[in-house]
């Protein structure tokens, strides 16, 4: 059963970027229910205790699997390259991980190598230094509609309530944009620059509707 010292995870906040070392093969997505369930509880635990920080908009995710060449090539126990990702991704994400949610993944690169050592490698990287947020505890959602919620930071009520009345005025310009009959697209320079999330993808986080600011 896998445990959290099985993974090394180290946070470089002022580069936005995440690297976490298994010694320990990923599972696939097929893999046994219970094993599979061991393996993400052990590598949760250990990402939520070795990370402060949360992204905030899209990420490149880089996995380097560590595996001698006979097992990948002569045996039918090992897993494919795309059946490991979902496990270890899903294992990461929500309140206490480093992704609010997998959405965020832009680009993804997989390969294996045989370097002698098992295991694993996996970086998490924000592709602007800006949208990683350094400190998540506390973190919540305003929503303004179902399919557009904003983060709220845990800070004190009046800045929220001052945040919310930004994105909420930024909403309404854009709003008189639409209706004023620019384009969408020209619109848009006018939203908050933080990404928005649909509130179906946050059910693990607090979500406040604006008028309770």
Known sequence: MATASDFDVQE????????????????SLQADRSQKAGFQ??????????????FTHDVEVTLVWLIEESRRYQTHMVADLDNVMKPILDAVTGPDGIMIDDNQIQSIRASWMTPGQTGFELRFTALTADDYLSCREGLSFVEFSADRCYILPGVERSIQAAVV???R????????????????????SVLPSVRPFPRARLGKFKVLHHTEF
């Open 12 to 27: 470089f906040g002022d580069q936005s970027r995440i690297d976490i070392r298994s010694t320990i093969d990923p599972l």
């Open 41 to 54: 509880d052990a590598l949760a635990s250990a990402v939520s205790k070795a990370t402060k920080g949360v």
């Open 165 to 167: 009345r930004g994105y």
């Open 169 to 188: 005025a930024a909403l309404e310009r854009y709003q008189e944009m639409l209706s004023g009959g620019i384009s969408e697209h020209a619109a848009r």
